[in-house]
């Protein structure tokens, strides 16, 4: 199981929004850059970067920023927020990427994931996001009349690296996950889940690491560590606990 701290930039700075609402955003540093560095040092393997101007906008706004985080981190980055041109992909890949997340194209342009996907084995991965179990797109700003559940079992034989589930509902407002909604994408297929959304406590950590069976092997973990309602170093404790 991967514990991945988020960093998501909004007009230069790391911020979190409640909900996904970019009028409701709480600016936590001026240097996204930084903030990478100080979880690359607490012991992250993986790092969550978001474009949030570029979800909103439909195109990347600060890849100059994600080139820095991954010029000067030493794990992997994965980055999403506006991707959705190949042309976009393969700047973010040739970046030094880990890993791309596709989120709103992935439901506009089926396509362009499966081609990216046997571009980049194992690179690909998409991001759905739901509310009420229908899939939002465009930075959440729009929610859709399709299934989430429906909507991922459509990529199972294209190739993609795994899906990152987030419950909006709950994202940013620290009130646990919504473990059925989480446990329900999960058994809808067989590829890995990275679960988004909602994480408060350790509890919840505990909460998700017993969904493992079902295939989730990532927690992102944002607004909990920025507000230190959750320590990393012990979330990380837990987590090698749990696997031995």
Not at 67 to 93: F, H, L, P
Not at 161 to 179: C, K
Not at 239 to 244: D, I, M
Request: glycine content about 10%.
């Amino acid at each position: 199981m991967q514990l991945i701290p988020a960093v998501d930039i909004k007009n230069g700075k790391c911020v979190r929004l409640s909900q996904g609402k970019a009028d409701q955003e709480t600016i936590y540093s001026n240097d996204p850059v930084s903030m990478a560095e100080h979880w690359d040092d607490q012991g992250a393997k993986i790092i969550h970067v978001v474009d949030l101007d570029g979800a909103f906008t439909g195109k990347p706004a600060n890849s100059h920023l994600v080139k820095d985080i991954i010029n000067s981190s030493s794990v992997n980055i994965q980055v999403g927020g506006g991707i959705r041109t190949m042309e976009s992909i393969d700047t973010y890949i040739d970046l030094g990427a880990a890993r791309v997340v596709l989120g709103t194209i992935a439901f506009k342009d089926p396509t362009l994931v499966e081609t990216a996907a046997k571009k980049y084995p194992g690179k690909i991965i998409v991001g759905i996001d739901a509310r009420d179990g229908n899939v939002a797109i465009k930075g959440w700003v729009e929610v859709s009349s399709k299934k989430a559940t429906d909507f991922a079992k459509s990529f199972e034989d294209m190739g993609v690296a795994g899906f990152i589930f987030t419950d909006i509902s709950r994202d940013g407002m620290l009130e646990g996950p919504n473990i059925k909604s989480v446990s329900e994408f999960s058994e809808a297929t067989s590829i890995p889940v990275i679960a988004s959304g909602g994480v408060s406590r350790l509890e919840d950590i505990s909460n998700l690491l017993a969904l493992k069976p079902l295939g989730v092997n990532g927690i992102i973990l944002g607004k909990s560590l920025y507000d230190k309602t959750v320590d990393f170093k012990k979330a990380l404790e837990l987590v090698e606990k749990n696997a031995s």
